[in-house]
């Protein structure tokens, strides 16, 4: 009830606030009118459709899957997209024209209709749970304890999952999902993996012969649009955001999940299996082994139980395991007595180079075992030392891109350089103005904010290679911890260019963490046609910022 009266005493005032400028209706339309005009210059056909052969050439169609929309097939895109109409000859938005459906839900929140920054207005203000974390943690410990795990980990998890949810639009989700598609483009040029595979370990030049596994794009969200920080081969809490996204009940009919969780987990599965085709035929009698580290210690190692179950359900024997306890045998992978087959890689031994991970880099060298995600993919996807290339224009444009899928690039990749010998005093004196990370590093580990940085960390870093990022400040999102808003970062999950999931992470600090109070996973929910997508919203859904 608590959570429930600061809504409403937040809608209150909104609406007070609204009152009083309610008679200025000429300067409503001018924002309606004004509002997210960049969107209609974005190269969309018709509702959803990404126009490939404009936005990427015609040579696309070759180098990457032909598009799909950023929404299941079928479901309706409402406001921005599809009720979004422009005069090509004149450049009119005729957006002012039309009610938007989210109307309804300011209404119930004590806010005007028609305002152009409506979700952004929710992000603010509306403080609606709409996920009941220590509901998700009880569901996680039970499966945790009947898969063998330990129920202890899901319990000490207490910001792993936000109670509030991040409110973006359907043209916002689009123009990520044409930013991982453009991305995707570029990753097929000649170019691009020249530049690549120049620096990359020797293990990253064998190439096994599939795509390399899930990806995960990270964005910021900027008032230019979204800003890709980086790109991760193994990205963690792709099933832990499924499992919360069924503990959804949003606050408003019209707000529902983009993608249907259901047919998300079926095709994470999916994925795996496809990476062990293109690498060799899918033995059904092999053992699929998960692999990480001391992988009982790792904080997403419910996530492992979550994969191992989903594979035995397909009919498959899963295990996870450590690389120490893997052996090369008759020129076999083995754990124990069982052949395995495929492993899913969690290693953070990216490049297979340390001697923990040697049985597994022989036979994954050899053509003995699938692997996925494997160093090639790492070191075209997530070593730091590309969003280089990315960020620099003549890079781009000299892999013969199409322009417009050169702008989308460029304008998505923040400037980025390799920290050498030759700029390092010059970043240490604008350091204020960069963010410097690990070419190699992962979970934000070792990665510094130029402003928080010291001299003598700096001069630690030396001895490492890093990358230093333009700085991105992330959006905001008021949660329920009561320190002020919280950090946004938004997680696209894709394979083969095509998104399967949005999560957003809210945080506090220089960096994504799970330690913040009211932070954690948080469920993207945009606009939905709840007719032709019942499923994406949950039926019992509660008035949102209730009055009463």
């Known amino acids: 009830m608590e959570t429930q009266s600061a809504c409403r005493a937040r809608a209150i005032c909104a609406h007070n606030r609204a009152n009083t400028a309610s008679s200025d209706?000429?300067?409503?339309?001018?924002?309606?009118?004004?509002?997210?005009?960049?969107?209609?210059?974005?190269?969309?056909?018709?509702?959803?459709?990404?126009?490939?052969?404009?936005?990427?050439?015609?040579?696309?169609?070759?180098?990457?899957?032909?598009?799909?929309?950023?929404?299941?097939?079928?479901?309706?895109?409402?406001?921005?997209?599809?009720m979004r109409e422009v005069d090509h000859a004149g450049g009119a938005d005729m957006t002012s024209h039309i009610d938007s459906p989210l109307d309804g839900v300011l209404d119930r929140c004590g806010v005007p209709s028609g305002r152009p920054d409506a979700?952004?207005?929710?992000?603010?203000?509306?403080?609606?749970?709409?996920?009941?974390?220590?509901?998700?943690?009880?569901?996680?410990?039970?499966?945790?304890?009947?898969?063998?795990?330990?129920a202890s980990l899901a319990e000490g998890h207490h910001n792993l999952f936000a109670s509030v949810p991040l409110y973006l639009p359907t043209s916002l989700l689009g123009k990520m999902s044409a930013i991982v598609r453009a991305l995707t483009a570029a990753a097929h040029t000649d170019a691009y993996r020249r530049a690549a595979f120049a620096h990359a370990p020797v293990t990253a030049q064998h190439d096994p012969g599939s795509p390399g596994g899930l990806l995960g794009f990270d964005f910021h969200l900027a008032e230019r649009g979204p800003q890709l920080i980086e790109i991760n081969t193994n990205p963690g809490g792709l099933l832990l955001n499924l499992l919360a996204a069924q503990a959804v009940e949003s606050c408003a009919p019209e707000l529902g999940l983009p993608f249907d969780a259901a047919t998300a987990e079926a095709q994470a599965v999916e994925i795996l299996l496809t990476e062990w085709r293109a690498q060799g035929n899918v033995d059904a009698n092999s053992l699929v082994a998960i692999v990480d580290e001391a992988p009982a210690e790792q904080f997403l190692?419910?996530?492992?139980?979550?994969?191992?179950?989903?594979?035995?359900?397909?009919?498959?024997?899963?295990?996870?395991?450590?690389?120490?306890?893997?052996?090369?045998?008759?020129?076999?992978?083995?754990?124990?007595?069982?052949?395995?087959?495929?492993?899913?890689?969690?290693?953070?031994?990216?490049?297979?180079?340390?001697?923990?991970?040697?049985?597994?880099?022989?036979?994954?060298?050899?053509?003995?075992?699938?692997?996925?995600?494997?160093?090639?993919?790492?070191?075209?996807?997530?070593?730091?030392?590309?969003?280089?290339?990315?960020?620099?224009?003549?890079s781009v444009e000299?892999?013969?891109?199409?322009?417009?899928?050169?702008?989308?690039?460029?304008?998505?990749?923040?400037?980025?350089?390799?920290?050498?010998?030759k700029n390092r005093e010059e970043l240490w004196c604008d350091r204020r103005r960069w963010f410097f990370k690990p070419v190699a590093g992962f979970g934000s580990r070792a990665s510094y904010r130029g402003d928080k940085l010291t001299h003598k960390t700096w001069q630690q870093m030396a001895a490492q290679d890093y990358v230093a990022q333009a700085l991105v400040p992330p959006s905001k999102r008021h949660a329920l911890s009561g320190a002020g808003p919280l950090k946004v970062d938004v997680r696209c999950y894709a394979y083969r260019g095509e998104p399967l999931w949005f999560a957003a992470r809210l945080y506090e600090g220089q960096t994504t963490n799970f330690r913040t109070p009211g932070g954690g996973f948080a469920p993207v929910l945009t606009l939905v046609d709840r007719a032709s997508s019942p499923e994406s919203v949950s039926s019992d859904t509660k008035p949102c910022c209730p009055a009463s």
């Open 25 to 82: 209706r000429r300067d409503r339309t001018r924002r309606r009118r004004n509002a997210h005009s960049m969107e209609t210059s974005l190269p969309w056909r018709g509702s959803v459709g990404l126009d490939l052969d404009q936005a990427f050439g015609p040579r696309a169609r070759t180098q990457v899957p032909q598009p799909k929309s950023c929404l299941p097939k079928g479901r309706k895109i409402w406001w921005w997209d599809t």
């Open 301 to 394: 190692y419910a996530e492992f139980l979550l994969y191992k179950r989903l594979l035995q359900q397909r009919g498959f024997s899963a295990a996870i395991c450590d690389p120490r306890d893997l052996d090369e045998a008759s020129g076999e992978l083995r754990l124990g007595a069982e052949r395995v087959g495929l492993v899913y890689n969690r290693l953070t031994d990216f490049a297979l180079t340390e001697a923990a991970s040697g049985a597994l880099r022989r036979a994954y060298l050899n053509r003995r075992v699938a692997v996925s995600p494997h160093p090639r993919a790492h070191a075209l996807w997530a070593d730091k030392r590309n969003l280089c290339w990315l960020s620099q224009r003549v």
């Open 119 to 150: 979700l952004e207005f929710l992000n603010q203000h509306c403080l609606c749970v709409v996920v009941d974390a220590a509901i998700v943690r009880e569901r996680l410990s039970r499966l945790m304890s009947d898969l063998g795990g330990e």
């Open 398 to 421: 000299g892999s013969g891109l199409p322009k417009e899928t050169v702008d989308l690039i460029v304008d998505a990749v923040p400037a980025t350089v390799l920290v050498d010998a």
